[in-house]
């Protein structure tokens, strides 16, 4: 089971830090994502992680500005978001499979998902 946290509002320029806990344990090769979406919106990828380390990917619209990490000892996935601005309002959603995959930026690609956390920014 993945629990996400950490959503609120924030102006933009500003900084949050989601979490995402994942219970169940986790492997190596685990794949650990979140996405977003916004109103009326279909769900996109932001970034993507490999637990067993050696992998990370970030949408273009993020890069530079996010940074997704893990810690082992809590099991838990972040993802760190500076210089927010508006367009990055949306519900933050993390997800989980067992495998990394190239398709990493594909929602049908995730078997657990988390239950979203809003993330509002204000101008």
């Known amino acids: 089971q993945l629990q996400a946290s950490g959503g609120g509002v924030v102006q933009a320029g500003g900084s949050l830090r989601l979490s995402c806990e994942v219970s169940?344990?986790?492997?190596?090769?685990?794949?650990l994502a979140w996405f977003r979406q916004a109103p009326g919106k279909g769900r996109e990828f932001v970034a993507a992680?490999?637990?067993?380390?050696?992998?990370?990917a970030y949408a273009d619209s993020v890069k530079g500005r996010f940074a997704i990490s893990r810690d082992n000892a809590k099991n838990t996935v972040y993802l760190q978001m500076n210089s927010l601005n508006p367009e990055d309002t949306s519900v933050y959603y993390c997800?989980?499979?067992?495998?990394?995959?190239?398709?990493?930026?594909?929602?049908?690609?995730?078997?657990?998902w988390g239950q979203g956390t809003l993330v509002t920014v204000s101008s």
């Open positions: 992680l490999r637990w067993g380390g050696g992998r990370y």
């Open positions: 169940g344990g986790t492997f190596s090769d685990y794949a």
């Open positions: 997800a989980g499979r067992i495998r990394w995959t190239v398709n990493y930026g594909s929602t049908s690609e995730y078997d657990y």
